[in-house]
T-cell receptor
Framework: GAVVSQHPSRVICKSGTSVKIECRSLDFQATTMFWYRQFPKKSLMLMATSNEGSKATYEQGVEKDKFLINHASLTLSTLTVTSAHPEDSSFYIC?????????????????FGPGTRLLVL | AQTVTQSQPEMSVQEAETVTLSCTYDTSESDYYLFWYKQPPSRQMILVIRQEAYKQQNATENRFSVNFQKAAKSFSLKISDSQLGDAAMYFCAYMSGGGTSYGKLTFGQGTILTVHP
C-alpha cells in the first residue's frame, strides 16, 4: 500500500521561532498533497492544497504568510509555521494523492501521514 | 459548500456485536465520493471504506459495509462482529468528483466508538 511519512512526529518550540514539517510519499509520486490541522478530539480542517511546481492554494481563513507551503518535488511537501505562537499548537496532518490512472476508484484515495504534534511554548 | 454531519459524538458496542454509525451530507453535485476513515489513538488516519456516488451498490470491506442512500444524502457505516481493535474515532468524509474542489476532503465531526469486551 501507499505510505506517507511525516517528520518530525512531534516538536516543541519557543514562541517566535519557525518550525518546518516535512511530508513525504514513500512509494508513489504525489502531484497533490494536502495539509490539515486537528485539535484534540475534533475533526480535521483542511488548511491548504499543495501542488507540485506551483503555489499552494489556501483555504479561507488560513494565513498564507503564517503557514508557508512548498511542494518542490513529486514526493515532498513542507509546511513551515513561521513565528509560531502558542495558539499554533496543534496536530498537523498531511495527505497525498497519487496522480490519476485509467481506473477511477483508486485515484480518489488520499493516503495520510502519521501527523506532527506541535507545541509552542 | 458541502457539509458533512455526524450526529453521534459517541457510540459504544459490545465485542462481537454490530454497530451503525450515521453520516449525512449536503451537496448539489452529482459526482462525488464518500469515505469512512478511522483514527485510532495513534492518530494515524486509516481508510475504512470508499463509495463512489455513481455506483448504486453499497460498498463492502470484510466486516465493514455502508448503507448509501443517495436521495436521502445518507452514508452510514455498519461494523459487524465488532472487535476491540475497532475502537477509534470514525470520520465520514466527502470529496467532489470534479471542479475546483476536486480532491479536497470535507470531514464530519467524528464519532468516538468504544468497544466493550
Amino acid at each position: 500500500g501507499a505510505v506517507v511519512s511525516q517528520h518530525p512526529s512531534r516538536v516543541i518550540c519557543k514562541s517566535g521561532t519557525s518550525v518546518k514539517i516535512e511530508c513525504r510519499s514513500l512509494d508513489f509520486q504525489a502531484t497533490t498533497m494536502f495539509w490539515y490541522r486537528q485539535f484534540p478530539k475534533k475533526s480535521l480542517m483542511l488548511m491548504a492544497t499543495s501542488n507540485e511546481g506551483s503555489k499552494a492554494t489556501y483555504e479561507q481563513g488560513v494565513e498564507k504568510d503564517k503557514f508557508l507551503i512548498n511542494h518542490a518535488s513529486l514526493t515532498l511537501s513542507t509546511l513551515t509555521v513561521t513565528s509560531a505562537h502558542p495558539e499554533d499548537s496543534s496536530f498537523y496532518i498531511c495527505s497525498a494523492k497519487p496522480p490519476g490512472t485509467s481506473g477511477r476508484p483508486h485515484q480518489e484515495t488520499q493516503y495520510f501521514g502519521p501527523g506532527t504534534r506541535l507545541l509552542v511554548l | 459548500a458541502q457539509t458533512v454531519t455526524q450526529s453521534q459524538p459517541e457510540m459504544s458496542v459490545q465485542e462481537a456485536e454490530t454497530v451503525t454509525l450515521s453520516c449525512t451530507y449536503d451537496t448539489s453535485e452529482s459526482d462525488y465520493y464518500l469515505f469512512w476513515y478511522k483514527q485510532p489513538p495513534s492518530r494515524q488516519m486509516i481508510l475504512v471504506i470508499r463509495q463512489e456516488a455513481y455506483k448504486q451498490q453499497n460498498a463492502t470491506e470484510n466486516r465493514f459495509s455502508v448503507n448509501f442512500q443517495k436521495a436521502a444524502k445518507s452514508f452510514s457505516l455498519k461494523i459487524s462482529d465488532s472487535q476491540l481493535g475497532d475502537a477509534a474515532m470514525y470520520f465520514c468524509a466527502y470529496m467532489s468528483g470534479g471542479g475546483t474542489s476536486y480532491g479536497k476532503l470535507t470531514f464530519g465531526q467524528g464519532t468516538i466508538l468504544t468497544v466493550h469486551p
